[in-house]
Nanobody
Framework: QVQLVESGGGLVQAGGSLRLSCAAS????????MGWFRQAPGKEREFVAA????????YYADSVKGRFTISRVNAKNTVYLQMNSLKPEDTAVYYC???????????????WGQGTQVTVSS
């Protein structure tokens, strides 16, 4: 069982930056692939980024590639999402999630946080 708690969301102007954090409980954090997803009003939840168990491999949606960076510190049971050059279309609730294997599909993630709101003003 893993419990996930996101933080770091907020309101930022277009072109600005935010760093999201996701703290995990439990001793098996390093055994999970970690992902970030987002969901805007009226839209389906979409993949943003994922990182492998050791952090050696990362994966990004085309829409955020080059602007967002996912990282993890297993000793701190934490995964991060650094978001730069933010755009109004990045506005959404951002969720972190844990999976057994690398995947971009939401339903293949077993554990989810409660989400944190990110709002980018134009």
């Amino acid at each position: 069982q893993v419990q996930l708690v996101e933080s770091g969301g907020g309101l930022v102007q277009a072109g600005g930056s935010l760093r999201l954090s996701c703290a995990a409980s439990g001793r098996t954090f390093s055994s999970y692939v970690m992902g970030w997803f987002r969901q805007a009003p009226g839209k389906e939840r979409e993949f943003v980024a994922a990182i492998s168990w050791s952090g050696g491999s990362t994966y990004y949606a085309d829409s955020v590639k080059g602007r967002f960076t996912i990282s993890r510190v297993n000793a701190k049971n934490t995964v991060y999402l650094q978001m730069n050059s933010l755009k109004p279309e990045d506005t959404a609730v951002y969720y972190c999630a844990a999976a057994d294997d690398v995947t971009t599909t939401p339903y293949e993630y077993d554990y989810w946080g409660q989400g944190t709101q990110v709002t980018v003003s134009s």
